[in-house]
């Protein structure tokens, strides 16, 4: 345990002694402390290679007692601190007095006190000393980790408080002259250079039947998890499975699951967590957690008890993100369900018998914990079946009432309040994938009628403190928000079932009427929100309507009003930040799902000037909005009516539409690299529409459900919903056009054209294959020719440079004119069915004597052996 350069400089020191002490008067061995010089504070340091030399020797009389007696000395020389120079030398004395151990026991009180002293302040002579003595420090500290293997409990502590010290440093007890006290940090930071996290976790590995000292490691293991580079190492040795795994190991004081805890959060923190993950997601780690998280969850009452539960529980949540988890296969996840639902659903359960949850603080927010483990759980699948079995479903719809103030509750009004808008969160995350429980639950009934309650003028102070109650203080807005997110959530699913049901219930009705009250109520604190809401509602309206031409019509006129409203909003409300983009593309969505289609919602939106609007937020030049209200307008000039209301539009500076769709067509080319002139005339004529991307674009494989590149560029840009628009309009008589704009309305006007083209240049390629195909077949010449060619190709592309005595084999078959290449495969004729005896030919492999023919096996009377011509294998 002691490096070469600190016996190096032992023996460096030894020498110089001598070699001062026979020029100079003579020195004793032993450098005593006076009481006179203590009490000035004098330091005189002994002859630690002297001591050292001492303690190698073996095999002599009253040894022992001399040996003893020298360490003594060093420990009282000592006192006051450990000089950093002489650090490499007191730790060999340290590793001799541990080596003697087991056969002269009465050396583990020389170790405990030299480990004692290693408690006080290191003392730097010099400001270097600290960089000059660094590796001598680290070494000597990682030694204190390799005597955890001594068999004494007294040493183990004593190791153990030495470190926990390095923590709490504290001023030397008396100064000396000519030294100074090392950086509180120093130690910390030679620890782990030395890597003394990594032995401590060692250590636990033999103390698993000692808890006082397997207590005092966990104390020094928590000190250590404070730093990030300790946590690597630490993780390295697999701590975290190590101390999870004992987490339910008998302990009275309760100290062992506190400090594996706040070990185990730090891990989590400070190191790789996909790492310490992977090592708690194991069956062992995971039901230790079970069960100490069962104890306190059934006998914790304390609040200590009840904050480390849920410390617990968090611990367990981050372990569920992992898939690889087994939560179900160790019950835990069928534990946590019943927890979560018990106060909800009665059960005969025993774990939750008699069990009673209190609107203390820890309880609170253990219900919270609990709803958000099950949105976790849920994201695997095979937990489904669990979820049904504990009703979660109907324990989560005990919240989506309105409170009733006349009960009792066991939480107060702000805690129900936060508990309710997480319940219905967590119906958001769980309710479409138990869609029949939740009809069976009669889940919109229920929503629509809580939504009613939300829109209504009951008074209802709501105190909006929580992460979901944000922006609903004083207002029923954040129960409003939450319940259509549930409704969002499950129309999306595009389960006829659900929409049906819904619409039978007069959901498009409800949602246009919230939408028009909304707008009356917003005031600036609750814009956000407000918005979020109108968001929704209008993806709920078009999740509905999108290819139903009944639930278009009750859309009508007033789903119209609403979408109007919105595209009359400020455009310089865009850049707020606070959703109006987001609330503008619900409602461009809703006027695809909702409007088109419906031939009295289109003319009304006509007649409202709905593609006056449109046009404006097109001439606003966001390319976010651009592809999606030209596709909507594409859809419109089917109508008849529509032409004149886009010809008849006119924006700044009276720009015209037909203006407005070729200037965009010209900023798309110039975006896209399309080879254009400064009067935009077409410059490789051979490829007019052809743009850098493509030119860049390599052949890649896709999968036969994929959309080649072909279809996604048409799809993606917006030159064939421009052709398409102005093709509508038949290219002619469009007013307010200059000079260039007809110029690019000529080549729009051609854009098919171009997009044919490419298909005549691939039928080119395919004739003129044939053809060379025809030549090679015909003319022998010719193929001779093309067979000199191939030879060339093929020798050029051959690997120059072979290895020496390598084998080459040659892969072409000389004097083969033919210019397919070749291959191991030979084709070989069918053997007539007169020698087969036909498919159900009666075979029997049992029979001892069968004649072969053609390879095949049958009866017959008798054999005659015939001379039969061989036949030829074509190749």
């Given amino acids: ?33 006076t009481e006179d010089d203590e009490a000035q504070g004098v330091f005189k340091p002994m002859d630690l290679n002297r001591v050292i030399k001492l303690l190698e020797e073996t095999n002599k009389d009253g040894l ?24 490499a030398q007191i730790f060999k004395i340290l590793n001799l007095c541990a080596g003697k151990i087991k056969n002269q026991p009465r050396f583990v009180e020389s170790a405990y006190d030299i480990i004692k002293l290693c408690g006080l302040p290191f003392l730097k002579k010099k400001v270097s000393d600290e960089i000059t003595y660094a590796e001598d420090t680290a070494n000597s500290i990682a030694l204190l980790g390799d005597l955890m293997k001594i068999p004494s409990s007294e040493l183990r502590i004593q190791i153990c408080k030495c470190i926990v010290d390095f923590y709490h440093a504290e001023p030397p ?48 293991l928590q000190h250590l998890s404070t730093s990030e580079v300790n946590c690597s190492i630490m993780m390295k040795a697999q701590a975290a499975s190590g ?3 004992h987490l339910n190991d008998p302990d009275p004081s309760g100290q062992l699951l506190f400090r594996s805890s706040e070990i185990l959060w730090n891990l989590l923190e400070k190191s790789s967590k996909e790492e310490i993950l992977q090592q ?3 069956l062992e780690c995971l039901l230790a957690l079970k069960e100490v998280f069962k104890n306190l969850f059934i006998r914790g009452y304390s609040h200590y008890d009840r904050q480390l539960r849920n410390d617990i529980l968090v611990i367990t949540t981050i372990i569920a993100q992992n898939p690889e988890a087994p939560m179900i296969e160790c019950g835990f996840a069928k534990d946590l369900i019943l927890f979560a639902t018990f106060n909800e659903v009665k059960s005969q359960n025993i774990l939750v018998k008699g069990l009673k949850l209190s609107n203390s603080y820890e309880d609170f927010e253990l219900k919270k914990l609990l709803f958000n483990i099950i949105v976790i759980l849920c994201k695997d699948l095979p937990t489904i079946q669990l979820l049904i079995e504990g009703k979660v479903i109907l324990a989560l719809f005990t919240y989506v009432k309105k409170p009733e103030k006349q009960k009792t509750t066991d939480w107060s009004a702000a805690q129900y309040e936060e508990l309710q808008l997480h319940a219905i969160a967590t119906l958001s995350s769980v309710a479409p994938l138990l869609i029949e429980e939740y009809m069976s639950c009669q889940g919109n009934a229920q929503v629509l009628a809580f939504l009613e309650w939300c829109e209504s003028e009951d008074p209802f102070f709501s105190h909006g403190n929580s992460f979901h109650g944000t922006g609903g203080r004083g207002n029923k807005f954040a129960q409003m928000r939450y319940s259509l997110r549930l409704l969002r959530a499950m129309v999306y699913l595009e389960d006829e079932t659900v929409n049906k049901d819904l619409c039978e219930k007069g959901t498009i009705q409800q949602m246009i009427g919230i939408f028009k009250n909304t707008i009356s109520k917003t005031n600036e604190k609750e814009e956000a929100i407000v918005l979020e809401i109108q968001s929704d509602i209008l993806l709920i309206l078009s999740g509905l309507c999108e290819h139903h031409i009944q639930r278009k019509e009750i859309f009508g006129t007033e789903g119209v009003d609403i979408v109007l409203h919105v595209m009359k909003t400020d455009p310089r409300k865009l850049q707020s930040g606070l959703g109006y983009n987001v609330l503008l593309f619900s409602t461009l969505d809703s006027i695809w799902c909702c409007i088109l289609g419906c031939y009295p919602s289109e003319d009304y939106f006509l007649e409202k000037e709905g593609i006056f609007l449109l046009l404006d937020v097109l001439a606003l030049n966001q390319k976010k909005f651009c592809n999606l209200i030209l596709g909507i307008m594409v859809e419109f000039c089917d109508n008849p009516k529509t032409a004149a209301h886009v010809n008849a539009w006119r924006g700044k500076k009276d720009q015209t539409a037909a203006s407005l769709l070729i200037k965009l067509w010209r900023k798309e080319e110039k975006e896209l690299g399309v080879k254009r002139d400064k009067n935009g005339k077409i410059i490789d004529t051979k490829k007019p529409l052809f743009t850098s991307f493509q030119q860049e674009q390599k052949i890649i494989p896709l999968p036969a459900n994929c959309p080649s590149i072909a279809v996604m560029d048409v799809s993606e840009n917006i030159r064939a919903k421009i052709y398409a628009i102005l093709g509508k309009l038949d290219f002619e008589n469009l007013p307010g056009l200059s000079a260039e704009d007809f110029v690019t309305l000529c080549i729009i006007h051609r854009y098919l054209d171009f997009k044919i083209q490419a298909t005549h240049k691939q039928r080119e390629l395919a004739n003129k294959s044939w053809e060379n195909f025809l030549a090679r077949t015909s003319n022998a010449k010719t193929l001779k020719k093309v067979k000199r060619l191939q030879e060339k190709a093929i020798e050029a592309s051959r690997y120059r440079e072979r290895p020496q005595n390598a084998i080459f084999h040659p892969t072409d078959i000389k004097g083969l004119n033919t210019t397919v290449p070749s291959g191991g495969v030979v084709t070989v004729e069918s053997t007539p069915a007169r020698l087969l005896g036909g498919p159900l030919a009666d075979t029997d492999i049992a029979l001892k004597k069968l004649p072969i023919r053609g390879g095949a096996l049958h009866r017959v009377k008798a054999v005659k052996i015939e001379d039969v011509p061989k036949k030829s294998i074509p190749t």
């Fill in 173 to 220: 007890k008396k100064h000396i002259p000519g030294y100074q006290q090392a950086s509180s940090s120093y130690k910390i930071q030679m620890a782990e250079v030395g890597g003394l996290a990594k032995t401590m976790v060692q250590a636990m590995t033999f103390l698993e039947n000692q808890l006082v000292e397997k207590l005092w490691v966990l104390k020094v």
């Fill in 1 to 33: 345990m002691w490096t070469e350069k600190a016996a190096a400089t032992a023996e460096a020191q030894e020498s110089g002694c001598r070699n001062r002490s026979s020029i100079s008067r003579q020195i004793p061995v032993v450098g005593v402390v």
């Fill in 243 to 245: 101390i999870c795994a």
């Fill in 280 to 282: 708690l997601s194991n």
């Fill in 64 to 87: 022992e007692e001399k040996q003893l007696k020298f360490v003594k000395k060093l420990v009282l020389c000592y006192q006051n601190g450990l000089p950093l120079r002489d650090l």
